[in-house]
C-alpha cells in the first residue's frame, strides 16, 4: 500500500491551496480517507475525513467553512482542498486510510493503518 501526498508550499495568509493523495496497492474506493496536520513541536492533529463513498465528511473545527475534503475513487486520489488558508494551517500534512470511519474514530490516528509521507504547507502572514 502507497498512498503519495502532494501538493503542498509556501502561500500568503488568505491563499489556497490543493492537496492530492494517491493510492496504489488497495481497493481505493472501498477505503475511507482522513487528513491530518502536525505542526513544529505539536501533536498531529485531524483536519478532515471522509468515508468511502465521499457521503459522510468530519472536519476539525478550525478548518471548517475553508478547507473541503473529497475524492475521486475512479482515479484513486483523495483531496483537501484549502481556502482562506492562515497561519496557523503551517504544518506538515499527511493523509491516511482505513476501512471504515464513523463520528466516535475519524480524528484519531490509531484508526489509520496505511498513512503516506507529509507534504509541507507554509503559510505566510
Known amino acids: 500500500v502507497q498512498l503519495q501526498a502532494s501538493g503542498g508550499g509556501l502561500v500568503q495568509a488568505g491563499g489556497s491551496l490543493r492537496l492530492s493523495c494517491a493510492a496504489s496497492?488497495?481497493?481505493?474506493?472501498?477505503?475511507?480517507m482522513g487528513w491530518f496536520r502536525q505542526a513544529p513541536g505539536k501533536e498531529r492533529d485531524i483536519v478532515a475525513a471522509?468515508?468511502?463513498?465521499?457521503?459522510?465528511?468530519y472536519y476539525a473545527d478550525s478548518v471548517k467553512g475553508r478547507f473541503t475534503i473529497s475524492r475521486d475513487n475512479a482515479k484513486n486520489t483523495g483531496y483537501l482542498q484549502m481556502n482562506s488558508l492562515k497561519p496557523e494551517d503551517t504544518a506538515a500534512y499527511y493523509c491516511?486510510?482505513?476501512?471504515?470511519?464513523?463520528?466516535?474514530?475519524?480524528?484519531?490516528?490509531?484508526?489509520?493503518?496505511?498513512w503516506g509521507q507529509g507534504t509541507l504547507v507554509t503559510v505566510s502572514s
Open positions: 491516511a486510510a482505513t476501512q471504515r470511519i464513523h463520528s466516535a474514530n475519524y480524528y484519531r490516528g490509531s484508526t489509520y493503518p496505511y
Open positions: 496497492g488497495l481497493a481505493f474506493g472501498s477505503y475511507a
Open positions: 471522509i468515508t468511502w463513498s465521499g457521503s459522510n465528511l
